[in-house]
C-alpha cells in the first residue's frame, strides 16, 4: 500500500486502562481515497470512528492489539452455543446507517446503564450519529427484536472480504439475553453466509474488563508485530 499521511492526537487520558495516557493516529485523506484503501487499513489494524479512520499510537503502552476472526474456523463454545439457541426467535432487520430516535434513545440507555464513566455517555444526536455512522463507507445498522420491540442495534462495515464490527448497543432490560455476544454470532453467521474471510472485532485489551470477551471466539487472530497470529488456546 502506497505510503498514507497519519496525523496525532494530543495525549489524553486512556478511556480502557486507568492510569494510562492515550494517543492515536488518524489517517490523513479525502473520504474517496479512504473508500478504497479501508479494507488495507483493516489489515493494518485501524478502525473507523463516524468518517475516521485511526489505530492507538500511544508512547508508552501496547495494549490495544487488534483481532480478528477467520470466519470459516469458527467454533462456537458452549457458552456461545447456549447464547445462539436461546435467542433463536431473535428478528434480525437491516436497516439503513441514519439517525433513528428509538436508537438514540435506546444508545442513551445503554451507555447509562454500562458506561457511566465514559463521555459517551452525554452524547448529543449529532454526536451519537457521527459517531456511529460514516458518508463514504458501506455501513449497515442491524436492529435486533425480541417479540417485536426493539432489543439491540449492531453497526457493521462491509468491505470485499470483510465485515467490521463497529459498536453494538442494547436495551438494558434485555441484559440477561447476552445480545453482545449474539451479535457477534449473527455477523459470524452474516459472514459466512456472504462469502467473507473475516469478521473484524476491534482492540483486543487483555487487562480492560470490557475488552477481554473478544478472546472467546476462537480461533481469535491478533495483529502482532505487523503480523496476524492465530491463537492456539
Avoid at 489505530?55 to 462456537?76: G, N, Q
Avoid at 440507555?109 to 457521527?130: C, L, V
Avoid at 462495515?157 to 454470532?185: C, H, M, Q, W
Avoid at 470477551?213 to 495483529?223: A, G, R
Amino acid at each position: 500500500m502506497t505510503s498514507i499521511p497519519l496525523f496525532l492526537t494530543h495525549e489524553h487520558p486512556c478511556g480502557y486502562l486507568e492510569g494510562e495516557i492515550a494517543q492515536s493516529a488518524f489517517v490523513q485523506a479525502p473520504f474517496h481515497i479512504l473508500s478504497s484503501i479501508y479494507p488495507r487499513l483493516l489489515a493494518k489494524g485501524f478502525r473507523r470512528s463516524g468518517n475516521e479512520v485511526y489505530t492507538a499510537h500511544c508512547a508508552r503502552c501496547s495494549a490495544c492489539i487488534p483481532a480478528r476472526l477467520e470466519v470459516a474456523k469458527f467454533k462456537d463454545n458452549r457458552k456461545q452455543k447456549r447464547c445462539w439457541k436461546k435467542n433463536i426467535n431473535i428478528q434480525a432487520l437491516i436497516k439503513p446507517p441514519v439517525f433513528y430516535q428509538a436508537h438514540y434513545e435506546m444508545y442513551q440507555r445503554y451507555q447509562n446503564f454500562r458506561h457511566t464513566e465514559g463521555s459517551m455517555a452525554y452524547s448529543s444526536p449529532y454526536d451519537y450519529i457521527n459517531f456511529l455512522s460514516s458518508s463514504w463507507c458501506n455501513t449497515q445498522f442491524i436492529e435486533f427484536s425480541i417479540n417485536n420491540e426493539l432489543a439491540a442495534v449492531a453497526v457493521i462495515d462491509r468491505i470485499d472480504n470483510a465485515l467490521s464490527a463497529v459498536y453494538t448497543f442494547f436495551e438494558p432490560k434485555f441484559s440477561s439475553y447476552s445480545l453482545g455476544v449474539y451479535a457477534i454470532l449473527w455477523e459470524i453467521e452474516q459472514a459466512k453466509l456472504q462469502h467473507k474471510e473475516f469478521l473484524y472485532l476491534g482492540f483486543w485489551i487483555e487487562s480492560c474488563k470490557k475488552m477481554t470477551y473478544k478472546i472467546e471466539y476462537k480461533p481469535i487472530q491478533l495483529l502482532i508485530n505487523n503480523r496476524w497470529t492465530e491463537l492456539s488456546v
